[in-house]
């Protein structure tokens, strides 16, 4: 599904990612975990191209493609998903609005023909239900005046109305509280399945309770410094970072 | 309006050293003359009696007072007094390792190309304002420069007293602030009697300098004040502004600040209160100029009594000067029906990679505060001032010096508490 | 991957589709501006004399004023004796009696348009005014406005027909002497549309004047005067299109509204002029004073303008809040590109106890234009408790475009709040991304953004309209969700 290949990635002539590699196959969860700093946000956005950030070095390989020849939106068009860590607010511009562009946008480039605005509404409200996002939010411009757990929310209808090849969540997690957090994962567990991926990044092991990962990977320093499963996360809870830091440093 | 007399007047004065200059500013004002109301800038204030008054007064040059109250150096500042618009004589300028303070009409010979120079820069814009009259006729000013890498504790305090002569003040004064150096300068009006003053001061920072520049205007009420203040700033240098505007029958203030060099940053703090017959008009151009800079405006205008009250602050983005982010925000409390506000916030625009934004509202006090007060047993003119106190107390509390902002604060409580008694909406 | 200009360009820059020229004979005066030519446009009226006596007083005092000048745009100066005063398609001589008589080419012309003349298959619901270069062609659904008591007409049949209102109420708002284009206007102007909405009328249908300028070295002058009586309701729509010439064009109208007790005037535009090409040759110069008056209390008028055309725009639609309670109401969307420029705003005068008004200005510029937001709050010392909130926003769209904002409020009265925002950036980079991580191109993110950004506005033009000036945004829209 990806393959990252010894990355390196600068902002503003500081290098942040230096040297990741990473393989997600499909139907596999993959949880990143890591200090403040250490590269997450940064991997996401690589991921999804932003602009700001220049690959120094490495490769990254989606489906066989070189994903970051790609544009942002043709990564889009191949099932690539970022559910980002600040949603942006896009005044005016209708949430469903937006929706519908992005499925029709997607599924043209699939070929398949544009969904119709009655069975779109029906799917899209289906879709919020599942998320308890009330109606009246889908009518409001994007993001606009939405809660920090409203705007979380929001990213997980979007993934299940896009249903991407793999979803890169960014810190979807901070700043939910316990019942919003139980609704996200839901929406992420109810998406999983064998072809289907999720690179799921968060600072703290919480949201890893309602998702079952199979790896868990602890970042520092722009690298992977260790690799486990589920317990890797409980023990980083437990002891905190610097534990497994010091013990990579001393590598 | 006829300019003959003062052209005969200029001519019969001695030459000085600053002729150049003189002439330059001659020529400039002569091409335009006073300002008048088709000029956009002059559009809600009437230069008729400034012009009137200049023409009466310019006829005699100020005589310099021996005066008997030098300033000393009062613990908080580095004093310097004028009176009416000339150094004050057998006064001692304050030194400091690397400052330098030197007055326009006796500079050093060394100093003069330095000086005349300066001036030659910075051509004014008739019609805009009155700085090719104050040139043509500057009655004195002062030099001070600042060399690179030095800190200046204590700010420089210009005194600009008045003693009720028919005395036009026409000052210069002149600043160069160092690389890295930092310093804090305060321009304080103050006086009695129908004078009248035209005072333009010239302000240059180097890169990475850091700057406090207070002025205040207290004039009496029968005055009639015009300043400019232009601020050139370079390479990620700094400056603070507060300007409090509470003198005069008639005051005309323009501040222009250019963001010459990337990195630099203008915060502009801005105060007016014109009540009883008074006739406040306050104007901000800030240019941004070059890439990256940044600049915040924050101007409070009260209207009360027969006072009116007026503002312009513009924002200028010139093409190139991406990454400008820029900030203004006008409130005013308009206070009695006989009361006016005018308030024109702008933005200019030639560059794409900004963030810009202007507000400006004009309304009174809040009633739901106002009654809270009452239903305390606070009298309702006295909550009133209470509140108008507040409305003013974000600017003042800006005033870098603490006798100075206590100064002003007794000065507000005294006048709206009249300004209250009076006025009843 | 920031906003790319070239991609960018290529949404505001959409060819413009309206710039077919009617083969068509018409009576055209030969150019000049003298008092004959204003006695000659009079009689081919057939005008009452009171009427050519304002145009004479109007054209005298015209001879004393200079083009203003303190607008912030810059064009060639304009040779008014070069301009042709008068041009109408040839006709009978008594003009159609229904549209079976008016010329096929005309009504062809109208149907590219977009806009049928004919009922069965004209819009349902709205009323239209063929204006073509000086003269009114068609008129819609008279039958059925008549019913109602509403009078629709082009104004020269007005001036014969209904000439005690005409003389009642022309140049009451917009008096002859109120500027050089109002004077030049009042002197030449040839047609328009004059509607009266009886007392406690709602207008049961929305009617919409279309103005098209067709012949080459004329100008078009249209009046349009709208009355509502006691009670009455009225929305009124007018669009413009022009063929592409490389020779300016002048447009100079005036439009006066009056609202007595009670009632309400909407008045929509979408005005798309011909804007000249992308090096700014030709397009229209389009210079234009369109003034509403609350006369009565609880009255209102709103104006909503889509500003697409033209190469110079130079209009303030204005209201005069006299009655009490009165409100006036100012949504504008105005898009320049490549050459054009564009100068325009509002005045609120309020003047009546408790009169309201609010403004929403969004600006768009792109290419090399330059756009100015001008507008007036003026609050008399009569105008207890007046309201006023403005909101102007600025988007910018490649380096070379300006976009600058010239708010003006002055205030008598301490019980009055005025309020005013601006805003002026380009669209965030972290908007866009966003979109296109979602699967739309940068072009649909641009254009969605765009449109979000101007919605405050569109969701006050009327329905019909609403998707014309969204397209012409080159804006794809929202559908039926929402």
């Known amino acids: 599904m990806l393959k990252v290949d010894e990355l390196r990635v600068s902002v503003g002539g500081k290098a942040i990612l230096q040297?990741?590699?990473?393989?997600?196959?499909?139907?596999?969860?993959?949880?990143?975990?890591?200090?403040?700093?250490?590269?997450?946000?940064?991997?996401?956005?690589?991921?999804?191209?932003?602009?700001?950030?220049?690959?120094?070095?490495?490769?990254?390989?989606?489906?066989?493609?070189?994903?970051?020849?790609?544009?942002?939106?043709?990564?889009?068009?191949?099932?690539?998903?970022?559910?980002?860590?600040?949603?942006?607010?896009?005044?005016?511009?209708?949430?469903?609005?937006?929706?519908?562009?992005?499925?029709?946008?997607?599924?043209?480039?699939?070929?398949?023909?544009?969904?119709?605005s009655i069975s779109f509404l029906k799917l899209v409200r289906e879709k919020a239900a599942l998320m308890q996002i009330d109606d009246s939010f889908l009518s409001r411009g994007v993001n606009e005046g939405f809660s920090g757990g409203e705007k979380k929310r929001n990213e997980i209808l979007q993934m299940t109305l896009l249903e991407p090849k793999l979803a890169v969540l960014d810190e979807t997690d901070s700043g939910l509280d316990i019942d919003a957090l139980k609704v996200v994962a839901n929406g992420v567990n109810s998406m999983r399945s064998a072809d289907r991926s999720f690179l799921l990044i968060t600072h703290y092991q919480r949201l890893l309770d309602y998702i079952q990962p199979d790896y868990v990977h602890v970042l520092a320093e722009g690298r992977i410094v260790r690799t486990g499963d589920k317990q890797l996360a409980t023990q980083l809870e437990a002891d905190g970072y610097d534990g497994i830091l010091a013990e990579a440093a001393s590598l | 309006m006829n300019t003959a007399g003062l052209e005969k007047v200029w001519r019969d004065r001695p030459a000085d050293w600053l002729q150049p200059a003189r002439e330059k500013g001659m020529a400039d004002f002569l091409d335009t003359g006073f300002p008048d109301r088709r000029s956009e800038a002059w559009k809600y204030t009437d230069a008729e009696p400034l012009a009137d008054r200049s023409q009466a007064y310019l006829k005699t040059t100020p005589v310099a007072l021996d005066s008997a109250?030098?300033?000393?150096?009062?613990?908080?500042?580095?004093?310097?007094?004028?009176?009416?618009?000339?150094?004050?004589?057998?006064?001692?300028?304050?030194?400091?390792?690397?400052?330098?303070?030197?007055?326009?009409?006796?500079?050093?010979?060394?100093?003069?190309?330095?000086?005349?120079?300066?001036?030659?820069?910075?051509?004014?814009?008739?019609?805009?304002?009155?700085?090719?009259?104050?040139?043509?006729?500057?009655?004195?000013?002062?030099?001070?420069?600042?060399?690179?890498?030095?800190?200046?504790?204590?700010?420089?305090?210009?005194?600009?007293s008045s003693d009720g002569a028919q005395a036009a003040a026409q000052p210069r004064i002149i600043v160069s602030v160092g690389a890295d150096s930092q310093c804090k300068l305060i321009e304080h009006y103050s006086g009695s009697g129908a004078g009248l003053v035209n005072a333009v001061t010239d302000i240059h920072c180097d890169h990475d300098a850091r700057l406090e520049w207070l002025k205040l205007q207290l004039e009496s009420t029968d005055s009639l004040h015009v300043a400019l203040q232009n601020l050139s700033l370079g390479r990620n240098s700094r400056a603070r502004l507060v300007q409090i505007e509470l003198g005069s029958q008639l005051s005309r203030n323009d501040l222009q600040a250019n963001l010459a060099a990337p990195g630099a940053h203008v915060d502009v703090y801005g105060l007016f209160?014109?009540?009883?017959?008074?006739?406040?008009?306050?104007?901000?151009?800030?240019?941004?100029?070059?890439?990256?800079?940044?600049?915040?405006?924050?101007?409070?205008?009260?209207?009360?009594?027969?006072?009116?009250?007026?503002?312009?602050?513009?924002?200028?983005?010139?093409?190139?000067?991406?990454?400008?982010?820029?900030?203004?925000?006008?409130?005013?409390?308009?206070?009695?029906?006989?009361?006016?506000?005018?308030?024109?916030?702008?933005?200019?625009?030639?560059?794409?990679?900004?963030?810009?934004?202007?507000?400006?509202?004009?309304?009174?006090?809040?009633?739901?505060?106002?009654?809270?007060?009452?239903?305390?047993?606070?009298?309702a003119a006295q909550a009133r001032a209470m509140l108008v106190r507040a409305f003013a107390a974000d600017i003042v509390t800006q005033i870098p010096l603490e006798r100075l902002r206590q100064q002003v604060e007794t000065e507000l409580s005294a006048r709206l508490a009249r300004d209250m008694e009076t006025d009843t909406p | 991957m920031s906003t790319k200009s070239k991609e960018v360009t290529e949404l505001v820059e959409k060819k413009y589709q309206h710039g077919f020229v009617t083969d068509i004979e018409a009576d055209t005066v030969p150019p000049g501006l003298d008092e004959d030519v204003v006695r000659l446009i009079s009689s081919k009226k057939g005008e009452p004399q009171f009427m050519l006596d304002w145009r004479l007083k109007a054209f005298r005092h015209w001879q004393t004023l200079?083009?203003?000048?303190?607008?912030?745009?810059?064009?060639?100066?304009?040779?008014?004796?070069?301009?042709?005063?008068?041009?109408?398609?040839?006709?009978?001589?008594?003009?159609?009696?229904?549209?079976?008589?008016?010329?096929?080419?005309?009504?062809?012309?109208?149907?590219?348009?977009?806009?049928?003349?004919?009922?069965?298959?004209?819009?349902?619901?709205?009323?239209?005014?063929?204006?073509?270069?000086?003269?009114?062609?068609?008129?819609?659904?008279?039958?059925?406005?008549?019913?109602?008591?509403?009078?629709?007409?082009?104004?020269?049949?007005?001036?014969?027909?209904?000439?005690?209102?005409?003389?009642?109420?022309?140049?009451?708002?917009?008096?002859?002497r109120d500027n050089y284009f109002a004077a030049l206007n009042s002197a030449v102007f040839s047609d328009g549309s004059f509607v009266y909405i009886p007392e406690g009328v709602r207008c049961p249908m929305e009617l919409s004047t279309y103005f098209r300028i067709n012949e080459a070295n004329t100008g078009q002058f249209e009046r349009t005067l709208i009355v509502a009586a006691e009670g009455s309701h009225v929305s009124y729509l007018e669009g413009c299109t022009a063929p592409m010439r490389d020779e300016n064009q002048l447009h100079a109208a005036v439009v006066e509204l009056i609202a007595m007790d009670d009632a309400e005037i909407k008045y929509s535009t979408v005005q798309n002029w011909y804007p000249g090409d992308e090096n700014g040759k030709g397009g229209i110069y389009n210079f234009v004073t369109k003034r509403g008056d609350c006369r009565g209390k609880n009255s209102k008028i709103s104006w909503t303008q889509v500003e697409a055309g033209s190469a110079i725009t130079w209009k303030y639609p204005s209201c005069i809040l006299r009655g009490e309670n009165s409100v006036g109401e100012f949504y504008s969307v105005a898009v320049t590109n490549n050459l054009q420029q564009a100068d325009t705003g509002t005045k609120m005068i309020h003047i009546g106890r408790n009169s309201r008004s609010t403004i929403v200005s969004k600006g768009i510029s792109a290419g090399r234009a330059q756009q100015s937001y001008r507008g007036l709050v003026k609050i008399f010392p009569s105008a207890e408790s007046a309201r006023n909130y403005t909101q102007c926003d600025s988007l910018l769209m490649g380096k070379d475009c300006g976009a600058?904002?010239?708010?003006?409020?002055?205030?008598?009265?301490?019980?009055?709040?005025?309020?005013?925002?601006?805003?002026?950036?380009?669209?965030?980079?972290?908007?866009?991304?966003?979109?296109?991580?979602?699967?739309?191109?940068?072009?649909?993110?641009?254009?969605?953004?765009?449109?979000?950004?101007?919605?405050?506005?569109?969701?006050?033009?009327?329905?019909?309209?609403?998707?014309?000036?969204?397209?012409?945004l080159n804006v794809s829209l929202e559908g039926a969700v929402g």
């Open chain 1, 19 to 116: 040297g990741l590699s990473l393989e997600i196959r499909p139907g596999e969860i993959h949880a990143m975990m890591g200090p403040n700093g250490s590269g997450k946000s940064t991997l996401a956005h690589v991921l999804a191209g932003r602009a700001g950030y220049e690959v120094t070095g490495g490769s990254v390989t989606y489906q066989g493609h070189d994903l970051l020849a790609m544009e942002p939106e043709e990564r889009a068009w191949a099932g690539l998903f970022l559910g980002f860590q600040y949603p942006v607010e896009i005044p005016g511009v209708n949430n469903v609005y937006l929706l519908k562009a992005a499925l029709n946008a997607g599924r043209k480039h699939r070929g398949e023909p544009e969904m119709d």
């Open chain 3, 404 to 472: 600058h904002t010239f708010p003006y409020m002055e205030i008598k009265n301490p019980s009055a709040i005025v309020e005013h925002e601006a805003t002026t950036s380009k669209i965030a980079d972290d908007q866009l991304f966003y979109c296109r991580q979602r699967g739309l191109s940068e072009e649909d993110a641009v254009n969605m953004i765009v449109n979000g950004f101007c919605k405050e506005v569109f969701r006050e033009l009327p329905m019909e309209f609403a998707v014309e000036a969204q397209n012409l």
């Open chain 3, 66 to 176: 200079r083009e203003p000048n303190w607008a912030k745009l810059h064009h060639p100066p304009i040779d008014y004796q070069d301009i042709s005063y008068y041009s109408a398609p040839g006709q009978k001589k008594d003009g159609p009696k229904s549209l079976d008589e008016v010329d096929p080419k005309l009504l062809e012309t109208y149907e590219k348009l977009g806009i049928p003349l004919h009922e069965r298959a004209a819009l349902a619901g709205v009323a239209v005014d063929a204006v073509f270069d000086s003269v009114s062609i068609a008129t819609t659904f008279k039958d059925k406005l008549a019913k109602a008591g509403v009078i629709f007409c082009p104004f020269s049949e007005a001036v014969r027909d209904y000439p005690e209102l005409i003389e009642k109420y022309l140049g009451t708002v917009v008096p002859y």
């Open chain 2, 273 to 379: 209160l014109a009540d009883g017959q008074a006739h406040m008009d306050s104007r901000l151009e800030i240019q941004h100029q070059a890439p990256n800079t940044t600049s915040q405006e924050s101007y409070r205008g009260i209207a009360a009594g027969q006072g009116r009250g007026i503002f312009n602050g513009k924002i200028i983005v010139q093409p190139g000067a991406d990454g400008t982010d820029a900030k203004l925000s006008n409130r005013n409390l308009l206070l009695s029906s006989t009361a006016e506000i005018d308030t024109k916030p702008e933005l200019e625009i030639y560059a794409d990679d900004v963030k810009c934004a202007h507000g400006a509202t004009t309304g009174q006090l809040d009633e739901t505060a106002l009654f809270y007060l009452r239903s305390r047993g606070v009298d």
């Open chain 2, 69 to 160: 109250q030098l300033p000393t150096e009062s613990g908080d500042s580095l004093p310097i007094l004028f009176v009416n618009g000339r150094l004050a004589p057998g006064q001692m300028l304050p030194a400091a390792p690397g400052l330098q303070v030197a007055s326009l009409n006796e500079a050093p010979s060394e100093r003069q190309a330095q000086i005349l120079s300066r001036l030659a820069s910075f051509p004014g814009r008739p019609r805009e304002d009155l700085s090719a009259l104050n040139a043509a006729f500057i009655s004195d000013g002062l030099w001070i420069e600042l060399a690179p890498d030095t800190v200046l504790e204590k700010p420089i305090e210009i005194l600009f």
